[in-house]
């Protein structure tokens, strides 16, 4: 059963930077294309950006330049770096592979961008 655990969100505020981490089990998470999501209220929950097994990144336009995501297999985690953060950042955000599988979707962890 493979699960993520998201953590790192917090309180920020603009212009601020925060680092999540989202921790995996299951023995095949090196083989998976990896995404951060995220949900602001009242929203469809949408694809901010994703990591390939092999490291190819890709960004939504609106983040570009301004996150990063990256991975460590061994650790079976992925980040994001989330730097320059506006309050239209503010959302929960989940980690889950791409595609995704829903019964795959954590908790979240809750960003909020605010003076």
């Known amino acids: 059963q493979v699960q993520f655990v998201e953590s790192g969100g917090g309180l920020v505020q603009p212009g601020g930077s925060l680092r999540l981490s989202c921790a995996a089990s299951g023995d095949i998470f090196r083989i998976y294309t990896m995404g951060w999501y995220r949900q602001a209220p009242g929203k469809q929950r949408e694809l901010v950006a994703h990591i390939t097994s092999d490291g190819i990144t890709n960004y939504q336009d609106s983040v570009k330049g301004r996150f990063t995501i990256s991975r460590d297999n061994a650790k079976k985690t992925v980040y994001l770096q989330m730097n320059s953060l506006k309050p239209e950042d503010t959302a929960v955000y989940y980690c889950?592979?791409?595609?995704?599988?829903?019964?795959?979707w954590g908790q979240g962890t809750q960003v909020t961008v605010s003076s």
């Open positions: 889950n592979r791409r595609p995704t599988i829903p019964t795959y």
